[in-house]
């Protein structure tokens, strides 16, 4: 019954190996032969400018969306969990963006964003706001991207996190409101031990969604202006079919594979830790 | 008043977050209905004539002429529905199965060979999709939908598997042992027994995988061509070196974001089990 899905599994994998042994070679897409050449394009990759700059623009980008969107998950989470009208009406509407195609949610995003005839400025105008270049800036490109992701992707973690707030037994909360507690103590002290695993559960899929993010920055940016969005799953894609050169983009995302791989690991092990904690 | 206060609160709150959620939806489809001089007019306007124009122009072509302009997309709609209904298809037949075979530790090391799958969700797509181009060149796959299903078996394999195993884990053992004394193989205990019982899950399982396949834009970047582009990529065709045609592309995004929307509507109950395959239920 697993034989087929084990083919599968082989499918995926043996191209993957197959493409982290070029990364080794100086294979271009316009030269009939390669070349074995070790560590070269490794070596290359960390005394590339470029290279480096996608790679701090990336964890910058995974630690403003975890630092962002988890705190308003859990604000949207306690929201929709006060009243079931709201809890009905909220879940409704949203899940919206969790399931339109997110290169919809960039273009969107990026028709509201122009700086001098886009709607977003118009309104931040008109509630006395100053405007913004947004993703016309080198300086504010990146953090526009995050707005986006933030509303593409906090859906998300609220939905998980109220799934967690609703598993936690009312007692618990009861009897922590009939010793005294206030909302603040039981919160803190009941609600958000118990989300714990949930939290980082949430945390786990956005660390390692934002660290391959291209979705919404190849149709919004192109990695611009200057590289300040050019994060490294755009970069591989652009050094393998831009550049012609497949071995320097698999050499850049089997970088970004193990910085998401251990990522996910040290998570993964904090979830279980987690749950062990609660149970 | 102490009790009203903060139920204002919850209320302004509230309504921030449904205009955060649905302002950008609404404009856009403002702006798929509008014409040319109305999408770039100063102030933005909110009321304007609407016009069916742009639609018509990305589904039978029209005036804007060129490329994109003349009813291409309906290729793009057939070449994605053909795509990611052959890949969630080739998964339920391959990944029920194999669900079935890793659940209740059937298999000796059931548990590593789930989390290989679950890996897969967490990789970046272009460490296989890099690879795949050159082989697919080779083999004569690249642009066809072939390639582009078994491809895309990346994305919609662990969601089946993963969603299939836990509504799996939540059949009474009882059921199974029944089937067992009954003469059922694991065949017949997975075909008549269990997959009646996990129906609402086999379909959550592959009405999300479909969502994902649909949406997913790399895969067709690379690996598809003129015969197979899908509509993810039709969409960027939108945004030329001088100029966006914003309000084709707003029609042409609208068009691609139904059949996510239709769902969302119709997939409540399922959703948080799929969108975390099944982790966080």
């Not at chain 2, 122009?57 to 309906?74: K, M, W």
């Not at chain 2, 995988?209 to 895969?219: D, G, K, P, R």
Request: proline share 6%.
């Amino acid at each position: 019954m697993l034989l087929p899905a084990l083919l599968l599994v082989i499918g995926i994998l043996v191209p993957f190996v197959q493409g982290v042994a070029r990364s080794f070679t100086n294979e271009k897409s316009y030269v009939q032969n390669s070349a074995f050449v070790g560590f070269d394009n490794y070596l290359a990759l960390f005394t590339n400018s470029t290279f480096l700059v996608g790679l701090g623009a990336t964890i910058l980008y995974v630690v403003l969306v975890l630092s962002i969107q988890i705190p308003l998950a859990l604000a949207i989470a306690l929201l929709l969990e006060k009243t079931s009208m709201m809890r009905r009406l909220g879940r409704n509407f949203i899940v919206l963006p969790l399931l339109i195609p997110p290169i919809v949610a960039g273009l969107m995003w990026k028709t509201m964003m122009q700086p001098s005839a886009g709607v977003l400025n118009y309104l931040l105008n008109i509630i006395g706001l100053p405007g913004s270049s947004w993703l016309t800036n080198p300086e504010t490109s990146l953090v526009s991207i995050v707005v986006i992701d933030t509303w593409a992707f906090t859906s998300f973690s609220a939905l998980i996190l109220l799934a967690g707030l609703q598993a936690l037994p009312e007692s618990l909360r009861e009897a922590a409101t009939v010793d005294g507690a206030g909302w603040g103590q039981t919160f803190r002290y009941i609600s958000l031990p118990w989300l714990a695993p949930y939290i980082v559960l949430v945390a786990l899929f956005r660390v390692a969604d934002s660290l391959k993010q291209f979705d919404l920055i190849w149709p919004v940016t192109r990695g611009g202006p200057i590289n300040s969005t050019r994060l490294l799953h755009v970069q591989g894609y652009e050094e393998a079919f831009r550049f012609s050169s497949p071995a320097m983009g698999m050499a850049i995302i089997f970088v970004l594979w193990l910085i998401i791989y251990m990522a996910s690991f040290l998570l993964l092990r904090l979830w279980r830790r987690t749950i062990n904690a609660v149970e | 008043m102490r009790n009203i206060l903060p139920k204002i609160g919850f209320s302004i709150a509230f309504a921030g977050l449904a205009i955060f959620i649905l302002f950008p939806i609404f404009w856009i489809l403002l702006m798929s209905l509008k014409d040319y001089a109305d999408v770039i007019a100063y102030p933005p306007k909110f009321f304007f004539t609407p016009t069916l124009e742009n639609y018509k122009d990305v589904l039978f072509g029209g005036a804007s002429g060129g490329e994109s302009g003349s009813g291409e997309f309906r290729e793009y709609l057939v070449n994605s529905f053909m795509v990611s209904g052959g890949a969630v298809g080739l998964s339920l037949l391959v990944g029920i199965p194999a669900a079935f075979a890793l659940s209740r530790d059937r298999v000796k090391g059931a548990d590593h060979l789930a989390f290989t799958f679950l890996s897969f969700r967490f990789a970046p797509e272009l460490a296989v999709i890099i690879p795949l181009y050159a082989i697919f060149q080779q083999l004569r796959l690249y642009d066809s939908y072939l390639g582009l299903i078994l491809s895309h078996q990346l994305i919609t394999i662990p969601l089946v598997i993963w969603i299939v195993r836990t509504f799996l884990a939540d059949v009474p053992l009882e059921l199974e042992e029944a089937a067992q004394l009954d003469g059922c193989g694991p065949w017949g205990v997975l075909l008549r027994v269990i997959a009646p019982v996990i129906r609402p899950g086999i379909a959550s399982a592959a009405i999300l995988a479909f969502i994902f396949s649909w949406n997913n834009l790399l895969m067709g970047l690379v690996l598809s061509g003129p015969n197979t582009r899908p509509v993810t990529v039709g969409i960027l065709q939108a945004i030329g070196f001088d100029q966006v045609r914003w309000g084709w592309m707003a029609a042409a995004a609208m068009i691609a974001a139904v059949p996510g929307m239709i769902i969302a509507v119709y997939l409540q109950r399922h959703l948080i089990r799929g969108l975390t395959m099944g982790v966080g239920k």
